[in-house]
Nanobody, 116 residues
């Protein structure tokens, strides 16, 4: 059974940075692509980035390009998302997702709030 636990969300000021983590269990993490998504209040789930197994390829959707970086440590079964230059519109619950895109299992999310 896929089990994903996100952490690292916090209240941060505009322009600040955060690193989100996602610890995976219940499947062979090293053999799966992984993704990050987010959902702001009242909005649909939004795909942010994906990374292939072995970190060979990564892909960023427009909201994440230039400011967010996805990475993984297969020895730790952990996926990361580095968030830089945060803006108020980045306020959302962030989820890691098994697979490439939004169709796989996801965790319960971690809340990022960007505010003065």
């Amino acid at each position: 059974e896929v089990h994903l636990v996100e952490s690292g969300g916090a209240l941060v000021q505009p322009g600040g940075s955060l690193t989100l983590s996602c610890t995976a269990s219940g499947f062979d993490f090293s053999d799966h692509s992984m993704s990050w998504a987010r959902q702001a209040p009242g909005k649909e789930l939004e795909w942010l980035a994906s990374i292939s197994r072995g970190s060979v390829h990564s892909h960023y959707r427009p909201p994440a390009k230039g400011r967010f970086t996805v990475s993984r440590d297969s020895a730790k079964n952990t996926l990361y998302l580095q968030l830089n230059d945060l803006k108020s519109e980045d306020t959302a619950t962030y989820f890691c997702v098994e697979g490439w895109g939004l169709r796989g299992e996801r965790g319960k999310g971690t809340l990022v709030t960007v505010s003065e």
